[in-house]
C-alpha cells in the first residue's frame, strides 16, 4: 500500500532544514538537534525579547513568552518593536517577530506576566529559563522564579545590561539548586529591598563609565539608561550559552563583555579599567546612603510652566543650541501665539563694553538659522518674527546635525572637500547673497597661516575678561554659559594660566597672542578655509548673514566635516567692518581625526522663553 504524501508537511521539513544549513559546521547536527527540541521560557519580553530572535534563526522552534507589559515609544531605542507596534503586548510582538522567522514555531503567551499562580505551569517541560524580570517590578515572582527552577533543576540565565555592558549570570541549578547560589535571600525580594535583592550581581562586573550613573540613580530615583547595542550583545551572548546548557556543558558563572572598552585602544581601555575601583566605591558610599536614610521624602511637584506649542518646542531647542559670540546667548524667544516667535535681542547677555555694539546681531542670526533648518516659515526681518508653518519632514535627521553640530578646534585632514558638498556651499552662499572664498591646498593654506602670525592681533580687553569671568562665578553662570577660558583659542592650560597668573592687559595680550598661534597652527591643519563676504552695516544685515553661516555649517556638519570659525570670536572681523563687502566669517573645515571638546554649557530653553499675551 502506498503512503499518502502531504506536499505541506514535505515543504515544512524542506524549509526548516534549509534555514539552518549554513549554522553546520559551526554548530553540529546533534547541537541543531538539541536547539530544534528545546522548550525556551523568557520571562520579561523588554530586552530580554532580543534573545529570541537569534534562538528562532538558531532553530529553537518552542517558547513560553510572559510579559505582563505594552511597548511605548520609549521602547524604540533597543527593544524588539517598531512603531505599528506601540500599545501591543510585548508578548504578542515578540511571538510574531518569531513566527515570522520560521512559521513552524510554537508559541506560549502568558500577556498577564509571571505570577505566582501561573509559574508552576510556565515551568513545567521547559529545558531552560531566561530571567528578565525587573526586580523593582516583580521582586517575590523573580525569586520563586528561581527557586521552583532549583527544585526542578531547570538552568536559569539572567540577563543584566550595565551601559555598554551585557553580563549574564548562569545559574545551572542542575549542578547547585540553591537560589541565585545563595547570595540574595527570600527576605530581601519578598520586603522588596532591592539592592539587598541583587547582591547576587557582585561588584566587579559594573564598567566604571556606568558606576555614576547608578549612584545617582539609588541616590536621586529614576529609571537607569539602556542602549540597543548592549540589549544586542546581550542576544548574541545568550544563544551561544543556552546551546552550551542545552549539551549539558558545563559554563562561566558570569559571561560578559564590555563592549566600550572592546572599541578603546589599549591606553585608554586601561584608564577605563583603572577608574574602576574608585568609581565602585563611590557608588557603594551612594548606596549605603540611600539604604540607611530609608525611603526618600516624596519631592515637592515643581511650579507648573506655561507649555510651549510642540512645534515651537522642537524650533526653538535647536536654536537654544545655535552658537554665538563669547557663548552670550543674547537672544529671548518671545512667544506670540502657536505658531509665532518673536526673535528679540537681550542685552543683559551681552557685554557692555564690548568694542562692536552690534555683535550680539550675528547670534540672533545663527538662532534663526536653526529654527529655518528645522521648520517650514516665515521671517519678517522688520518686526523680528518667526511664523513657523510645520517642521520639516526630515527633522529628526536635521537635530541630529545640530545636536553634532560643535567648534572642533583639533587638526583636520588636509583632503579638501568634495565636490557636492562644494557646489552645496556655493548654492547656500548665492541664496543669501554672500561671496564665496575657498582656500585650499598646502602652499596656500601656508601663506594664509603666515599672515595671520604676522597680523596685529588685537587682544580682548581686561574688561571684557572679568565680565565672562563673573558670569562663571556662579554655578548656574557656568551651567548655562561655561568657563571663560573655554570661549578663546589655545591650549587648555596655557588659557588657564594666562587667565590667572598674568595681570589685566597683559594677560590679555597674552590671549591674543596664543590664540594667533593656535590659528596659524589650524590653518595649516585642515582641508580648507571658506571666506564669507556680505554687507553687515545694519542689524538685519547681520541677522541674515549669521542664519548664513548657521546654515553652511549645518551643511559641513550632514556631509561628515567638522568646522571651527576663526578671526576671534565669529562676527567679528578685524577689517571691513562697515562695508557692504566685509568678511562675515572665516571657517576652517576638514574630516576631523579627533573627538571635539564637549559642547560649551548653553541656558535651559525656559530661561529664554517669555509669553507676550
Not at 551561544?240 to 572598552?261: E, F, G, K, S, Y
Not at 524650533?315 to 557663548?327: D, E, M, Q
Not at 557646489?423 to 552662499?429: D, G, S, W
Not at 562695508?579 to 572665516?586: E, R
Request: aromatic share 6%; proline share 6%.
Amino acid at each position: 500500500m502506498e503512503s499518502e504524501v502531504f506536499p505541506a508537511d514535505v515543504e515544512t521539513v524542506a524549509v526548516g532544514t534549509e534555514a539552518v544549513d549554513r549554522n553546520l559546521e559551526i554548530i553540529s547536527e546533534r547541537e541543531q538537534a538539541a536547539l530544534r527540541a528545546a522548550t525556551l521560557l523568557v520571562a520579561g519580553c523588554g530586552g530580554a525579547g532580543a534573545i529570541v530572535e537569534p534562538l528562532a534563526r538558531l532553530g529553537v522552534q518552542r517558547f513560553r513568552l510572559a510579559d505582563p507589559d505594552r511597548f511605548d515609544v520609549a521602547n524604540l531605542n533597543r527593544q524588539v518593536c517598531v512603531m505599528g507596534d506601540v500599545g501591543r503586548p510585548k508578548p504578542e510582538v515578540v511571538a510574531d517577530k518569531a513566527r515570522a522567522i520560521s512559521p513552524s514555531v510554537e508559541v506560549t503567551e502568558y500577556p498577564q506576566g509571571l505570577t505566582l499562580e501561573n509559574l508552576d505551569e510556565a515551568l513545567d517541560g521547559v529545558h531552560l529559563a531566561f530571567d528578565g524580570i525587573d526586580p523593582q517590578m516583580s521582586a517575590w515572582v523573580k525569586y520563586q522564579l528561581h527557586e521552583r527552577a532549583a527544585r526542578r533543576g531547570i538552568p536559569v540565565i539572567s540577563g543584566m545590561d550595565f551601559g555598554g555592558k551585557p553580563v549574564l549570570y548562569v545559574f545551572d541549578y542542575r549542578r547547585r539548586p540553591v537560589p541565585f547560589y545563595g547570595r540574595a535571600t527570600a527576605e530581601a525580594h519578598r520586603e522588596n529591598r532591592v539592592w539587598d535583592s541583587m547582591r547576587w550581581v557582585g561588584r566587579t562586573h559594573f564598567p566604571s563609565d556606568f558606576l555614576p550613573v547608578m549612584a545617582d540613580r539609588f541616590s536621586n530615583g529614576g529609571t537607569f539608561p539602556q542602549i540597543s547595542y548592549c540589549v544586542t550583545g546581550l542576544a548574541a551572548l545568550s544563544s551561544r550559552i543556552v546551546l552550551d546548557l542545552l549539551m549539558n556543558r558545563r559554563t562561566r558563572h558570569v559571561v560578559t563583555v564590555d563592549l566600550h572598552a572592546a572599541a578603546m585602544p589599549l591606553p585608554a581601555m586601561l584608564v577605563h579599567r583603572a577608574r574602576m575601583p574608585l568609581e565602585l566605591r563611590r557608588t557603594l558610599r551612594a548606596i549605603d546612603r540611600a539604604t540607611r536614610s530609608g525611603p526618600r521624602p516624596p519631592v515637592a511637584a515643581p511650579t507648573r510652566q506655561r507649555a510651549l506649542p510642540e512645534r515651537l518646542a522642537t524650533v526653538l531647542a535647536g536654536a537654544r543650541l545655535a552658537p554665538s559670540p563669547y557663548n552670550s546667548q543674547p537672544w529671548r524667544f518671545e512667544i506670540l501665539d502657536e505658531h509665532a516667535v518673536r526673535l528679540a535681542y537681550d542685552p543683559s547677555r551681552w557685554p557692555a563694553i564690548e568694542a562692536d555694539p552690534r555683535g550680539w546681531a550675528e547670534g540672533l542670526g545663527c538662532a534663526l538659522g536653526a529654527m529655518r533648518y528645522l521648520a517650514h516659515g516665515t521671517w519678517d526681518a522688520e518686526s523680528g518674527v518667526y511664523r513657523c508653518a510645520r517642521l520639516r519632514d526630515d527633522v529628526l535627521l536635521r537635530r541630529g546635525a545640530l545636536g553634532l553640530r560643535a567648534t572642533n578646534r583639533g587638526d583636520l585632514l588636509r583632503t579638501p572637500v568634495d565636490g557636492a558638498t562644494a557646489k552645496r556651499i556655493e548654492l547656500l552662499c548665492a541664496q543669501h547673497g554672500l561671496a564665496l572664498e575657498v582656500v585650499s591646498g598646502a602652499s596656500a593654506l601656508e601663506r594664509l597661516a603666515r599672515t595671520e602670525l604676522d597680523s596685529d592681533a588685537s587682544a580682548d580687553g581686561p574688561e571684557l575678561w572679568a565680565w565672562l569671568r563673573d558670569r562663571a562665578r556662579s554655578d548656574e553662570g557656568r551651567r548655562s554659559f561655561g568657563m571663560p577660558y573655554e570661549l578663546v583659542d589655545g591650549s587648555v592650560v596655557a588659557r588657564v594660566l594666562t587667565a590667572r597668573a598674568l595681570p589685566g592687559r597683559a594677560a590679555a595680550r597674552g590671549r591674543a597672542l596664543l590664540a594667533a598661534r593656535q590659528r596659524a597652527r589650524a590653518l595649516r591643519h585642515c582641508g580648507a578655509v571658506l571666506v564669507l563676504r556680505g554687507p553687515r552695516e545694519t542689524v538685519a544685515d547681520r541677522v541674515q548673514g549669521g542664519a548664513a553661516l548657521m546654515r553652511i555649517w549645518l551643511a559641513l556638519t550632514e556631509a561628515g566635516y567638522a568646522a571651527q570659525p576663526l578671526g576671534g570670536e565669529f562676527g567679528r572681523p578685524a577689517v571691513g567692518q562697515d562695508s557692504n563687502g566685509a568678511v562675515l566669517a572665516v571657517l576652517r573645515t576638514g574630516r576631523a581625526t579627533t573627538t571635539p571638546a564637549p559642547r560649551v554649557a548653553r541656558s535651559p530653553l525656559a530661561s529664554s522663553v517669555r509669553w507676550v499675551d
